[in-house]
């Protein structure tokens, strides 16, 4: 079964702590993807990453950075988070002509 | 400013009843529109995907249709089941490449009751 595994699912913080979202997925898939969504808004685009060590800025990625070293492998790194940080981080990856694979998100509380 | 409008908020019916939702975007290019379904605390599930100007696409109890030149969708769910209970999010995807971006409605949220 295809899938893409979030770790971990939930997650309280300290601001000014280090955070690291991990996100696996067992599909060789290309494309991977951090989302954040919040209350009444659309999951906003973090980064993307086309393979590894080939990453991309999305519409948000002020106060974030990722990590690829392993093409099943993605990570968001939080560095000193900010309560504004709070909010659920989906993990995505796609292949090309493949349809969207979504992890079940964490769920990260800033305080 | 939001690029996809979806309506309404939340929606409740009874299982058995069926409904519609809505889906008006801005998004250029529009090259495809997915439905994904989100239930409460999960990952979001693709339902369909409309690519051609006037689209139209059947999964089960699910059907949607699409039109380009009205930049419009609907969701429709026949029967309604308990579990039909989430949140249906439209996007819209700008290029049929890994190199386009998904632009996200802040979705519908369904509840089915007894």
């Known amino acids: 079964d295809m899938k893409v595994t979030q770790m971990p699912r939930y997650l309280i913080k300290r601001m000014g702590e280090n955070v690291l979202l991990e996100c696996g997925q067992d599909m060789s898939h290309e494309t991977m993807y951090w989302y954040r969504q919040d209350p009444g808004l659309g999951l906003q685009l973090i980064y993307i990453s086309y393979d590894v060590d080939s990453n991309s800025e999305g519409d948000i990625p002020k106060g974030y950075r990722v990590s690829r070293k392993k093409r099943e492998h993605f990570s968001l790194i939080l560095d000193s988070a900010k309560t504004n940080q709070t909010s659920v981080y989906f993990c995505?990856?796609?292949?090309?002509?493949?349809?969207?694979?979504f992890g079940s998100g964490t769920r990260l509380l800033v305080i | 400013k939001t690029q996809v409008e979806q309506s309404p908020q939340s929606l409740v019916v009874r299982q058995g009843e069926n409904c519609v939702l809505q889906?008006?975007?801005?998004?250029?290019?529009?090259?495809?529109l997915r439905w994904f379904k989100q239930d409460t605390g999960k990952g979001l599930v693709s339902l369909t995907v409309?690519?051609?100007?006037?689209d139209k696409t059947s999964n089960g109890r699910y059907s949607a249709t699409l039109d380009k030149d009205a930049k419009h969708s609907t969701l429709h769910i026949t029967a309604t089941l308990l579990d039909d209970t989430a949140t249906y999010i439209c996007v819209v995807g700008d290029r049929g490449s890994a190199l386009g971006r998904l632009h996200f409605g802040a979705g519908t949220q369904l509840i089915v009751i007894p």
């Open positions: 889906c008006n975007y801005s998004v250029t290019p529009d090259n495809h």
């Open positions: 409309l690519v051609d100007q006037k």
């Open positions: 995505a990856s796609r292949d090309r002509g493949s349809d969207y694979t």
